[in-house]
């Protein structure tokens, strides 16, 4: 006699938080699948850390000021993902908030933040110590995924705002002089490749929490990663 072990229909759990439709399912092969490719990026991103010089200058264009629409586009597309002081930030704000209900608002606080502080620095206005900041805000954020301790809405949205602003500044080092239209087209290039980064921070975080057996020791692998870079970062500033 066999146990007929069928597909439950009933457990669409419709949890407002998660708008990724393919995480809606039950437990499927697909979703292990993806686990291990997420484990795979996130060696691909060890070796990457190892292989690039931190000390490597965020800039694409190897310090030609953008002069076109293209150029300045470009720019801003790599600067968040190039300058890895950046990139863990965005993957950390990702992953933390993926457990929040309106967790992407706290990526987009961040966004908006960045944009003001490329503003603060393209008006001459001085925000100092900021690469002693990103660092310290890559690695808080490192070391809260370490931790595991789920923070609340408010204290994230803050603390991603207000590091927002600091990055922020950082990228209007690349830019600040610039015509126009490489301009706004950088800011438009930084805006779409973080949001694009922190979208997908934010699904592999929920999938992660669905998908994983221990998913808070594959966050807290994470944050390790996290909090490494940002230790570099720091380490490298105050060193400088
Ligand atoms: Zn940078």
Known sequence: MTTQTSVSQGQRSSSPSFRFSYLKSNKMPLQKWLLSILKGAGL???????????????HTLAGKMPSNFFEGFLSG?????????????IVAVGLLSASQPRGILISVVFLLTALTGTGVHLLNSDLPGAEIVISISVLALGLM?????????????????????????AYGETIVGA?????????????????????????????????????????RMGGCVISVIGT???LRTISH
């Open 179 to 219: 015509e126009m239209t490489p301009l706004v087209a950088y800011l438009a290039g930084f805006t779409v490749i973080q949001y694009a980064v922190a979208m997908l921070a934010v699904g592999a975080g929920s999938l992660v929490f669905r998908a994983s057996r221990s998913p808070l020791s594959l966050m």
């Open 44 to 58: 691909i991103w060890i070796g990457l850390l190892s292989a690039i010089e931190p000390a490597a200058a965020h």
């Open 232 to 234: 570099t970062f720091l």
């Open 77 to 89: 597309l790599a600067h968040p993902v190039v300058g890895l002081d950046h990139l863990a930030f």
């Open 145 to 169: 995924l370490v931790v595991g301790k789920q923070a609340s809405f408010n204290v994230l949205a803050g603390l991603a705002g207000l590091a927002g602003l600091f990055h922020g500044y």
